[in-house]
C-alpha cells in the first residue's frame, strides 16, 4: 500500500508558478511516480512522470514549462510549473505505480490561473 498527499496547489496569474509536491508513504515503493490534472468538465489527462531512475517524461502541452524532479531519501516528488496558462487551471493528481502494477491515487490538489 502507498498513501499519496499532494500539496502546493493554489491561485496564480498566468505566466506565474507553482511547485507541486506529492510525499509518498507506506511499504510498498514506487517504480514512477506520475502527474495527471483534471480540469472541470473534462477527463484526466497525463501530465508527467519519473521513473526510479530519474527518466523523465511529459505531456506535450506541458513540455518546457513545467519540470519533474523527485528526491528518493523524501520519497517526494515535485512538479515545478512555470509560465502557467488559463488552461493549466485543474486539479492536480499525483499517481504512482508499484513494481507489482498495483496504482495509487492521491487526493488532488487545485491549481487556479488567472489572467
Known amino acids: 500500500q502507498v498513501r499519496l498527499v499532494e500539496s502546493g496547489g493554489g491561485s496564480v496569474q498566468a505566466v506565474g508558478s507553482l511547485r507541486l509536491s506529492c510525499a509518498a508513504t507506506?511499504?510498498?515503493?514506487?517504480?514512477?511516480k506520475e502527474w495527471h490534472r483534471q480540469a472541470p468538465e473534462k477527463g484526466r489527462e497525463f501530465v508527467s512522470r519519473i521513473g526510479r531512475n530519474g527518466g523523465v517524461f511529459y505531456a506535450a502541452s506541458v513540455e518546457g514549462r513545467f519540470t519533474i524532479s523527485q528526491d528518493n531519501a523524501k520519497n517526494t516528488v515535485y512538479l515545478q510549473m512555470n509560465s502557467l496558462k488559463l488552461e493549466d487551471t485543474a486539479m492536480y493528481f499525483c499517481?504512482?505505480?508499484?513494481?507489482?502494477?498495483?496504482?495509487?491515487w492521491g487526493q488532488g490538489t487545485q491549481v487556479t490561473v488567472s489572467s
Open positions: 507506506g511499504p510498498s515503493s514506487c517504480t514512477y
Open positions: 499517481r504512482c505505480v508499484d513494481k507489482r502494477a498495483r496504482e495509487y
